[in-house]
């Protein structure tokens, strides 16, 4: 007999976090995450506060040597298509590489946000084996819809070449052991469904040249990812203004691309993706392209955090989580929000934090075999820690 959703257990993983987050600080995003997700979290983002917290907008500005190229940006609407000459093209590149190219922050936010992890983790706010999470969005997600199209194919290698730059930044100021850099992949999900943006590449070739650039692009941005440096990817259907850029009747796009990137040599540690609203009443159908790699995730030892939660309905996320659990059988998975938080407005955190822990499981570290108390695993080529859960120390901000 099965059970029904409001008497499931608990999901077999913990919480993951998207990355954006309504608070002031990043003090107070590591903070409230800790705290309010005890022994939930594995890796922990800043939050994207300040500049940040609006996904890819902030990097408009970094084209101010140029402002030319931008467009006047509009939510989940395509870029515009004003007409340039191929010499005022060039002049607009000349003028940011002049600068020295595009300077993403990307790495100064993260160097930055480090600092306080370190402290808050020797003050024991955040637990020892936690890692520092860092989303870094495509070159998709900001040539895409902040910049105008003729302008695209020119500031590609420009823009790429920024982001590979961060990148070996981050991986240079942080220790590995401490880092787990996230790919978030929005506009790119996009461009393979064939929705709401116009790629610059590919044009009149045909969605298989549109997918086969997308994914040489990404295995480009895997390959600047160290080998001993944690690896995770976000799928994103976007969050302007609580709606999605597309409603995806399955996750065949999800699978598709994520199939793709398993061929690259990069481990990839974990995945998230949203189980929207929209597929309520469709679930087995929304889900079937993930029952098909199911093995292959297992196979993976790969962590997968479907976005199932919503505010202040409980009945619901318990029914996509017992969706997910009939679709998968044996795969063990965490829990998240469809996305990240930075336009949920504040006073509906808590709840969504209290909901997210009673529906997971404690996040597990140390062995306990070396504790005498049992003995790990290996499971796709991962070690299952199996011990008693870190406690998190609770200081208040001062």
Known sequence: MTSSPSSQEPTSLGVHLVGSAPFPSTSTAFREHALGLPSRLKRIPDGETGERHYFTAFQAGKFSAAPEVLVDFTDNQDSQRKDFTVEEVKAAVEKLEAKGGIETGYDVAANESYSVFRKLKEEGVIPKDVKFQVGIPSVASTIGPMINHAFQPALEPLYEASLFRALQNIQAAIPHDQLSIQLDLAVDMAFWEGQYLTPWFAQGEG????????????????????????????????????????????????TSLLTHMLVFPHRISYIHFPIPVSAQTSLPTFLAPLTDITPTLMEKGLEVYPGVVQFDDEKGTRERIAAVTRACPGLKFGVATECGWGRTPEEQIGGIMKLLTRLSSEVRWRLESEEGEGESSKNGGNEVMRSKPCDVKRETEP
Do not use: S
Not at 217 to 236: N, S, T
């Open 207 to 254: 969605v298989d040249a549109v997918r086969e650039y997308i994914v040489a692009y990404v295995g480009r941005m895997m390959a600047r990812i160290e080998e001993d440096v944690e690896l995770g990817v976000h799928f994103c259907y976007g969050d302007m203004a609580h709606k999605h850029f597309y409603e995806p009747p399955t996750t065949l796009a999800i």
